[in-house]
Structures are given as C-alpha cells and as structure tokens.
C-alpha cells in the first residue's frame, strides 16, 4: 500500500496535474511544479502516517521523507532538463528525448522504493517478496486485497491514459500542421476545345487539363488525444477478458474513419505508428493487469 500510494501521488502531480504549457517550458514552472509534488506527495504520506503509525513521530515518518522525495525529484528534473539542453531544437530525434523519459520515471520511482527503506522500515528482500506476491492466487483469487486492488486500477488508468499519450507523443512526434487538417485530395480533369484555322475549321484539337485539391480540416486538438485514452483503455480491458480478436475491429474502426487521409504516404505512416504503438501499450498494460487482478 506504501509503495502504490507514493507511485499514484507521482503520477498525479506528473501527469495531471502539470499542463502542456508546463511541460514545453518546464525551468519557468519548476516551482509551481514541485508545488503539485509536495501536495500530492504530503497527502499520501499524511494517509501513511495515520493508517500505519497512528500520527506518532511525525519528523520520521512524514518529514523527512516527504524533504527526501521532494529534493531528490528537484534534483533529477534538474538534470533531465540539463541533458534535454544538449538536445538541438531542430533535432527531431523523437527516441532519444523517449529514452531520457524513461530513465527520468525510472529514477523517480527507484528514489520512491528507497524512500520505503529509509523511512518505512522496509527491507529490500520483503520488498522483492511483495512484489512477487502481486502474482501469486489464492484460491483462485488475486492477493492484491480490495485497497490495493482499487490504487492498482487507478494508477492503471493513469498508465494507460496519460503516460501512454505522452510516450506516443514523444515516439512519433509532432503531427506536421498539413498532415493535422489534412482531409482528403482530389483531381478535376478539364477538357478544352481548340479550333484551327478557317481553313481547317472542321478539325479541332483537344488539351486536357488537370487540377490537384486538397481538403482540410480544423479538428479539435483534444479529440485524437481521446480517441487514444478509449482506444487503450477498450484494449486493456478486452485483454483482460481473453477477447483478443475485437482487438482488431478497433483498428478497423480507426482505419475506415482515416481511409481519406490514407491516401497521403506521409499521414498514414504516422497513423500506423500511433495506432500500433498505442494498441502495443494496451496489450502490455492488459496482459500485466490480467496477470494481477484476475
């Protein structure tokens, strides 16, 4: 419960509570961030402190690992910002800005496990068998218990909503603003009619012309973003009832509704990397959670 309680109070303040305009100008909004951190993070250590400590000691076991967890988030969003730096603003390679994400949640959540160390006398060996105990079945059913089953299932939601969004974002990158309203094309052949001169009045020559358009659109940004959550969210929980085969009529669905757009090489390569790498991190989540719950 320690361990899921600090990990949804990261993922809150991380992935909620911090904007997209946060986000692209992080450095300006560092303390407004590590505001959301302390808040979040001091709420689910005061929950601790009173469901497991009883409100003793609060230097101990509120305190000091609520400093612990806030300086060392501040040094590592630090640094990550600093490597980011190195990073030209024109170049656009999207898995070295994936990887430096990855490795900054890694350490984020090694800081939280070190924290229950610290702080919460926990042991690494117990901590090892608890995790494998997420596994395990008891009489069929899962010994996550109800309130850990319940913070399993909204830190899931967050995973496969969220995260999942931002780690597609960064894999793919920006959608290019033609390729973003792009709608459709279409060609309007015109034939014209050139008479010769009036000694040959009778013949004519032909010339045919032909016009390219293209359509756009002024979608609602927020739209695609939340076709991604349901769409993972529908794959996690079809993989967790076995119903693997519908997984395929949600890339039928999302395929008839882009066949247009399909048309342009460019859209539709960036529309099946999205969609296969979304529909990737739906099985992987669902496959983990079946595991856990069922």
């Known amino acids: 419960m320690i361990v899921l309680l600090l990990l949804l109070a990261h993922l809150v303040a991380d992935f909620w509570l911090q904007t997209d ?3 692209k100008n992080k450095m300006k909004n560092l303390k407004k961030h590590m505001f959301h951190h302390l808040l979040t993070t001091g709420l689910a250590l005061v929950i601790i402190w009173g469901y497991f400590y009883h409100f003793t000691n609060i230097f101990s076991y509120l305190l000091l690992p609520l400093a612990f967890i806030v300086v060392s988030h501040l040094v590592i969003d630090i640094l990550k910002l600093k490597l980011l730096d190195t990073i030209k603003a024109k170049d656009s390679n999207s898995l070295k800005k994936l990887w430096f994400f990855l490795v900054d949640q890694l350490l ?3 800081m939280l496990l070190i924290t229950c160390l610290l702080f919460f006398q926990m042991t690494a060996p117990k901590m090892v ?3 494998l105990q997420l596994f395990s079945e008891e009489n069929g059913v899962s010994s996550l218990g109800v309130v850990n089953t319940f913070l399993f299932i909204v830190i899931l939601f967050i995973l496969a909503t969220s995260v999942s969004g931002h780690i597609i974002n960064l894999l793919v990158g920006t959608l290019p603003s033609e390729f973003a309203n792009f709608e459709g094309e279409f060609t309007l052949n015109h034939q014209l009619t050139e008479a010769k001169s009036s ?5 004519e020559s032909n010339f045919t012309e032909q016009y390219h358009y293209f359509t756009y659109s002024s979608p ?7 076709i991604g959550y349901v769409e993972r969210l529908l794959v996690i929980s079809l993989t967790i009832v076995s119903a693997y085969p519908s997984i395929a009529f949600i890339i039928a669905a999302k395929s008839i509704a882009r066949f247009k757009q399909l048309d342009d ?3 539709a390569e960036y529309f099946l990397l999205g969609t296969l790498s979304s529909i990737l991190l739906g099985l992987v989540l669902g496959l983990f959670a079946k595991k856990i719950i069922m």
Do not use: E
């Not at 000694?199 to 013949?203: E, L």
């Not at 609602?220 to 939340?226: F, N």
């Open 21 to 23: 305009a946060m986000v």
């Open 108 to 110: 984020h959540i090694t």
């Open 129 to 131: 068998t608890s995790i």
């Open 199 to 203: 000694r040959q009045s009778k013949s």
């Open 220 to 226: 609602l940004p927020s739209r695609g973003r939340l």
């Open 265 to 267: 090489r460019n859209w």
